[in-house]
């Protein structure tokens, strides 16, 4: 596949001090799926704005099916944006929002008002044509932004927090439902979001950034299993973070010794001896091991809080060294209530060397 | 019970005195002058009557309808003028100004002389545009002219410029007002759509902001419609308007039922442009809405 989007050298600097965007390289393929994750004012915006022409890039070329693009205004670009807000145009409706691009593109009045059923058909919300935007719920409206993105069949579609402003619950349907409209249609979804679960519910593939840059750029599961740096495996789900370094190498992997105890991690860095690093290990990627049962890694520790949230309990245990880390488990059924770890207890934790991330250096906190 | 007694006091006070206000102050004058304007004329003085002569007179003399005619063609100069100078520039302040602070001040520049006195605004024309005015000296120092031209003064030209200098904020105001509540990402949505930044203007920013245009030609069309000190000042000759007809009517004339039959029929025409105006911006908002 051929890279519809490629970003090169992108920047965009508002100022001496602002920096929007800081240096960006980045190819998205035709029909691809990507999302732009990060905290806010990292650059997401900014970044999504460039590519729809809003804003020009202080460096860098932008390229459309192998166009270049970087000077071409908005109204020139084979792109549509779904904007955070959606920008609905209010003395129009719904029907007119939509067939708004659509005469420029040279179809008849007849042909823009079938195009507009169709779209609407395809969103979801087939009877809402000769409604003023103001009369539409945000739910609604939200599918009018997208109608009126997708019927111009533009090469790549643009979504500024598309849900942001929407409830959970019309939130959790909405991923799926663009999920299934991406496919559908067959157009480049770029989605810009801070929400890690929803970046990594939709799409193909994630390109977190972080003060501008791009932190990391891969499959959700990759982002999620192998995070390169602690900012991005904190991001993306929770990391425990706990102090060490490396001691050496064996066969089962590379050796750390920390003030909780000695691991032993998969993964393997091209760090020498001694050097400072930062073991990182998910929550839900840790046990608490039963009298007798034993693991790669035995950590022993204390309990120091346990919070029981329906779906199963988050225990908070203090390692010797007094790092406090988070261990999740499920409840598989009530009767193990009783099971439940006491504040106060010694309890050891298990966790196999691939679930332990190794990253150079140490993080703050 | 007895608490309810002062609260119905008060009620009473507060929507009372306003309503007596309105009665005193409103009401009853405008009802005077609608009676008035039935009344004969017996100089100098006037009898009671019920006759519709008075306002015959202003249909039929010639004289009138002129006045009538004048005064429309200048209000309706005068909006013209204020749309055509106001628009771009709020426009420009609110779309195009990138300094926060350069908008307040270039704002407030604009809002500013209607703290000064009216007359004093009329007489800053009378200086510029008088024979030896500023503008006669300026053009008499670049040489375009070798005397002083009287041509600037004591028209319907001068009309138009005063009353538009005047009263132009009123027309700034409420244009900047709706500029201003356009999202501004109405504008990128439709260059997103594929529309230039002329289309986007015609088929987005114009349609929104027609209320403030509405409001705007009302405003400025119903002040320079009873204005009579710009003729007085810089009128001229031939620069009566239906104001200072009824002043003369009231004062040197002595004729107070025409005066008051004047009155009434340019009360209904402004009542009829403001109701014009307010469904002009009810469908717009219905349109909004
Ligand atoms: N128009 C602008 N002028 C100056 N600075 C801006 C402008 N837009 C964004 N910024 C700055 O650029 C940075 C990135 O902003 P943005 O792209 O909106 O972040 P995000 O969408 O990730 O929240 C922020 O520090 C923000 O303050
Ligand atoms: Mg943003």
Not at chain 1, 289 to 306: D, K
Not at chain 2, 213 to 234: E, K
Not at chain 2, 264 to 281: C, F, G, K, W
Request: with cysteine; net charge neutral.
């Amino acid at each position: 596949m051929a890279a519809i989007i490629e970003l090169q050298r992108i920047s965009k600097h508002y100022s001496k001090t602002i920096i929007g965007v800081d240096d960006v390289s980045l190819d998205v393929e035709d029909g691809e799926f990507v999302t732009l994750l990060g905290p806010s004012g990292c650059g997401k915006s900014t970044l999504l704005r460039m590519i729809g022409g809003f804003e020009a890039p202080t460096h860098g070329m932008i390229r459309l099916a192998g166009q270049d693009v970087t000077h071409v205004p908005p109204y020139r670009r084979d792109v549509n944006m779904v904007f955070q807000d959606y920008a609905l145009f209010p003395h129009m409706t719904v029907g007119e929002n939509i067939a708004y691009g659509l005469k420029i593109q040279g179809r008849s009045r007849a042909q823009a008002r079938d195009m507009a059923v169709d779209a609407l058909a395809l969103v979801g919300l087939p009877d809402k044509i000769d409604q003023k935007p103001a009369q539409l719920s945000g739910g609604q409206r939200q599918r009018v932004a997208l109608a009126r993105a997708i019927v111009r069949r533009p090469k790549v579609l643009l979504l500024d927090e598309p849900l942001s402003a929407l409830d959970a619950r019309l939130r959790d349907q909405m991923r799926i439902e663009m999920k299934h409209l991406h496919e559908k249609v067959g157009i480049t979804f770029i989605m810009v979001t801070h929400d890690q679960e929803e970046a990594l519910t939709m799409s193909d593939r994630v390109v977190v950034m972080e003060k501008g840059r791009v932190a990391q750029d891969g499959r959700p599961q990759d982002l999620y299993d192998q995070p390169a740096s602690p900012y991005v495996a904190n991001f993306i789900g929770t990391t425990n973070f706990v102090a060490g370094s490396l001691t050496g190498r064996s066969p089962a992997g590379t050796r750390i010794a920390s003030a909780a105890g000695d691991f032993t991690a998969t993964a393997d860095l091209a760090l020498p001896q001694g050097a400072e690093v930062t073991l990182g290990f998910r929550p839900e990627k840790v046990r608490l091991l039963a009298e007798g049962e034993t693991a790669a890694n035995v950590v022993p520790g204390r309990i120091a809080e346990v919070i029981y949230y329906g779906l199963g309990l988050r225990t908070t245990v203090e390692l010797a060294g007094g790092t406090q880390v988070h261990v999740d488990c499920l409840l598989p059924d009530s009767l193990a209530r009783s099971a439940v770890p006491q504040p106060g207890a010694p309890v050891r934790l298990g966790i196999e060397p691939h679930n332990v991330f190794v990253f150079a250096g140490r993080v703050a906190a | 019970m007895i608490a309810r007694a002062p609260r119905n006091l008060s009620a009473l006070l507060v929507l009372g005195i306003p309503l007596l206000w309105i009665v005193v102050f409103m009401l009853l004058p405008y009802g005077i002058i609608v009676t008035y304007s039935f009344w004969l004329k017996s100089y100098p003085t006037f009898k009671p009557a019920f006759q519709f002569g008075n306002y015959l007179t202003l249909l039929t003399d010639v004289q009138y309808l002129q006045v009538l005619g004048r005064t429309l063609k200048i209000s309706i100069l005068v909006s013209i003028l204020s749309l055509g100078l106001a628009y771009p520039f709020a426009w420009w302040l609110v779309f195009r100004c990138r300094s926060q602070a350069l908008r307040t001040w270039a704002y407030m520049a604009v809002i500013a002389p209607l703290w000064v006195s009216y007359l004093l605004r009329a007489y800053i024309w009378k200086t510029i545009l008088g024979t030896e005015g500023i503008l006669n000296s300026f053009l008499m120092s670049t040489g375009l002219i070798s005397e002083p031209s009287s041509l600037f003064l004591y028209n319907q030209f001068a009309m138009v410029v005063t009353l538009t200098y005047i009263f132009i904020p009123f027309m700034v105001m409420p244009i900047y007002t709706a500029l201003e509540r356009i999202p501004l990402n109405l504008a990128e949505a439709s260059a997103d759509l594929g529309m230039g930044p002329v289309q986007t203007f015609l088929k987005v920013t114009l349609p929104l902001s027609t209320p403030g245009i509405a409001a705007g030609f009302t405003l400025t069309f119903c002040l320079s419609f009873g204005d009579f000190i710009a003729p007085f000042l810089v009128g001229g000759p031939d620069g009566n308007l239906i104001a200072s007809v009824i002043q003369t009517q009231f004062g040197a004339a002595l004729n107070w039922p025409l005066g008051s039959a004047l009155s009434i029929v340019m009360l209904i025409i402004v009542l009829a442009i403001v109701s014009l105006s307010d469904r002009l911006e009810a469908t717009a908002h219905t349109g909004a809405a």
